[in-house]
Nanobody, 125 residues
Framework: QVQLVESGGGSVQAGGSLRLSCAVS????????MGWFRQSPGKEREGIAAVHSDGRTSHADSVRGRFTVSQDIAKNTLYLQMNSLKPEDTAMYYC???????????????????WGQGTQVTVSS
């Protein structure tokens, strides 16, 4: 089994930055893709960033150039650096992982097997 625990969410003004972290525990050796999804009320869940175990990354158009996904394998931690935040970035952010993933782009489009509990990000104008 795999456990994911997010942290780092909070409230920030537009233009500000936050860094989300996702601590991964359990049988981490089986994972080959990890990433971040978000969902706000009334909107569909969006896969915004992902990283493959081979280092390839994928970012959604809505966040490309502002958000960056990265991982520290030694610390079993996934990160999402969020800069130039906008009010429309307000959402619940979820860390997710998969043990079978062809590419980080596909990971963002599918429903991963493992999920964290989510952390709220609120951006005020």
């Amino acid at each position: 089994q795999v456990q994911l625990v997010e942290s780092g969410g909070g409230s920030v003004q537009a233009g500000g930055s936050l860094r989300l972290s996702c601590a991964v525990s359990g049988d981490t050796s089986i994972l080959n893709c990890m990433g971040w999804f978000r969902q706000s009320p009334g909107k569909e869940r969006e896969g915004i960033a992902a990283v493959h175990s081979d280092g390839r990354t994928s970012h959604a158009d809505s966040v490309r150039g502002r958000f960056t996904v990265s991982q520290d394998i030694a610390k079993n931690t996934l990160y999402l650096q969020m800069n130039s935040l906008k009010p429309e970035d307000t959402a619940m952010y979820y860390c997710a992982a998969a043990d079978s993933c062809a590419s980080p782009l596909l990971f963002r489009q599918l429903v991963p097997k493992y999920w964290g509990q989510g952390t709220q990000v609120t951006v005020s104008s």
